[in-house]
């Protein structure tokens, strides 16, 4: 009996509560953290990569002009 009462009280909360609304998706489909909490650290990772990206290409040049030294 008491196990009917209880699930009886869960499926009249369940029907009183109130639907929660479909996360809209993003803008842009290349920044999947806009709007949230990870956003800046997002930014971060970004900038970090372009900076990599940077000196690497910098790097492959120095050896290029290296190899064409010798």
């Keep these: 009996m008491r196990q009917l009462t209880i699930l009886v009280l869960m499926v ?15 803008a842009e ?12 650290q997002g930014e971060a990772l970004q900038r970090a990569k372009e900076v990599e990206a940077t000196i ?12 064409a030294a010798e």
């Design 56 to 67: 690497n290409q910098a790097d492959q040049q120095r050896r290029a002009e290296l190899d």
């Design 29 to 40: 489909p290349d920044k999947p953290l806009q709007g949230t909490v990870l956003q800046a």
């Design 12 to 26: 009249v909360l369940a029907a009183c509560s109130e639907s929660q609304p479909a996360a809209k998706p993003s």
